[in-house]
């Protein structure tokens, strides 16, 4: 079965699935846009995606292109189409076509909506979660409002891009003060050497991860302790653990920093079971 994409309204062909040249996603990165795991043909930590969907549409003053409920049977059909048991589905709000002008088009245009989903192998997914993976630090780039989840992610590839060619999956931005933000498409995470787990806040300018969200939860159910506060580089270098989490890397455990292993080089207990419990969370409450 070929690859089906919801565009403005349609259900196409993935091969044939597009926008116009003057959309203002395609020229400005005027968009927004979610990522849901999908666990069993159903989206995990939806009611946390959703929000944060409204929130980034409000704070860019671009009009929800439909309900709620609408965009879920939108989502859902698409699953259906794709065949999608676990994955991933995209999301991707802009706010519309309009001759290429800086400020807002006035009147208002409709928002253009496009929707794709694929399949992820979460076996694949489990062993290299179970062998762990590199990080490289990269100085922190980005403009001021990471919290709103913007399709404006130059920095972010340019970053990833260069992990990748060390060999490593992800980066991590460092701000001027040498404390870790969060990665290219995660939030990260230590066990630091007193066995206490850290994250930056969100007050900062960092996106408010629908993951770490849970995962807080999940540390305080299982009684772990928890400072939400940032680490420098070589803090996350002589901890115990590091690890990053997201939608797509679910809770993924860090064994390399700039090519220096993080404790013995093997993913660590806290991780590993910080994994496993979101794991049966997120299949749980996937809606
Ligand atoms: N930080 C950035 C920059 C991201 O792009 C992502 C996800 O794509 C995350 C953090 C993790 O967010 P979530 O857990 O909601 O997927």
């Not at 260069?162 to 498409?185: C, M």
């Amino acid at each position: 079965m070929g690859r089906i994409a919801y565009v403005n309204g349609r259900y196409v062909r993935h091969a044939d699935a597009a926008v116009h040249i003057e959309d203002r996603g395609f020229q400005f990165a005027d968009g927004v846009y979610e990522v849901w795991a999908v666990f069993g043909g159903r989206l995990a930590d939806a009611p946390g995606h959703f929000a944060r969907l409204k929130r980034s549409l409000g704070e860019l003053r671009i009009v929800p292109p439909m309900s709620e409920a609408a965009l879920t049977v939108v989502l859902m059909e698409v699953l259906r189409r794709n065949a999608v048991r676990d994955g991933l589905i995209y999301l991707q709000v802009n706010r519309g076509v309009a001759p290429r002008d800086h400020p807002f088009p006035d009147p208002p245009v409709p928002p253009s909506l496009v929707i794709t989903a694929k399949r992820v192998d979460l076996a694949a997914s489990d062993a290299r979660a179970a062998r762990g993976v590199g990080v490289v630090c990269v100085p922190e780039n980005r403009w001021g409002r990471c919290d709103i989840k913007t399709v404006g992610l130059l920095p972010n590839v340019l970053a990833k891009q260069a992990a990748k060619e060390a060999g490593a999956v992800e980066a991590w931005f460092v701000d001027d003060l040498g404390l870790v933000t969060e990665g290219g498409s995660s939030n990260a995470w230590i066990v630091d050497a007193d066995g206490v787990l850290r994250t930056r806040g969100i007050q900062a300018n960092i996106l408010r991860g629908v993951t770490r969200n849970s995962l807080l939860g999940l540390i305080s159910d299982a009684g772990l302790k928890l400072d939400e506060r940032p680490f420098t580089v070589a803090e996350a270098k002589g901890a115990r653990e590091a690890f990053i989490t997201g939608a797509g890397s679910l809770v993924l455990p860090v064994v390399r920093i700039d090519g220096a292993n993080v404790g013995d080089g093997a993913p660590g207990p806290v991780a590993k079971r910080l994994r496993a419990l979101y794991m049966s969370l997120a299949r749980g409450n996937a809606a």
